[in-house]
């Protein structure tokens, strides 16, 4: 009993530290870093901006990671932590999403300008906003890193039956079919040779688990390895929809 209080109060700090001695001084680099490059404190040369924007992508890929443990915090929680309302999955979610990592990897906007809607037959989703976002966020961030550089990625939301039947595809490596019963769990990194090494916590996809059991559907991943890699979740739709 003394060591598993010992284990949660390691928890607990571990938590506290990422979200106050990283999360806030690491906010303020991104806030005044974007302020130099918007030329608020004066105007910069080319190879100026092309710098500080280099640091604010280092930044964000920071921030993605205590985001990871933060999330994870979040969908740990025992309580029910769902506030569920009706969204448009392409425009409060989807388009939101792009935006987002738009912004924050400039870099990548040419291949996130290219993510596309694929089979979509269910425009309105009953699940959690903030929750729904983290989600996506986490899958087409793994498709920017691990997929195809001129590779497609897309995403899809049918309904069948009782439940809408999600997906997010990229072209790429994939996972070898060994590994897909492995990579939703909790700090789980694939080691392969043939994908160069990315930075990361191991907690996107044990986040996005977690996300969708807490909505009480299923996910699981399918790969044709060296060709490409989906991962398909169900959310239970009302009874009334």
Same mark, same amino acid.
């Given at each position: ?72 915090? %979040? ?16 425009k409060d979610v ?16 040419? %291949? ?10 269910a425009g309105r ?26 590779? %497609? ?53 044990y986040n996005v ?33």
């Amino acid at each position: 009993m003394e060591d598993i209080t010992r284990k949660l109060d390691l928890y607990e700090f571990l938590m506290d530290f990422v979200s106050h001695e990283i999360r806030n001084p690491l906010n303020s680099i991104i806030m005044f870093g974007n302020l130099m490059v918007e030329g608020t404190y004066g105007d910069l040369s080319d190879e100026q901006k092309e710098v500080m924007q280099r640091m604010l992508v280092s930044a964000y890929r920071i921030e993605h990671m205590t985001g990871d443990f933060l999330n994870m915090r %979040r969908v740990d929680a025992k309580e029910d932590i769902l506030h569920k309302e009706w969204l448009n999955l392409k425009k409060d979610v989807i388009q939101v999403t792009v935006n987002d990592l738009t912004d924050k990897f400039p870099n990548q906007s040419g %291949r996130l300008a290219k993510v596309g809607e694929g089979d979509c037959s269910a425009g309105r989703i009953f699940a959690d906003r903030q929750l729904l976002l983290t989600l996506y966020d986490n899958l087409f961030f793994n498709a920017l890193k691990y997929g195809a550089e001129d590779g %497609r990625i897309t995403w899809d939301c049918l309904m069948e039956g009782d439940h809408w039947l999600l997906r997010v595809y990229n072209e790429g490596k994939g996972v070898r079919a060994e590994d897909l019963d492995t990579i939703f769990s909790k700090f789980t990194r694939i080691k392969d040779k043939e994908i160069p090494s990315q930075p990361g916590t191991g907690l996107g996809l044990y986040n996005v688990q977690r996300i969708v059991l807490l909505h009480g559907g299923r996910i699981w991943a399918e790969s044709e390895y060296g060709r490409n890699f989906a991962v398909w979740m169900t959310i239970p739709r009302p009874p009334t929809s």
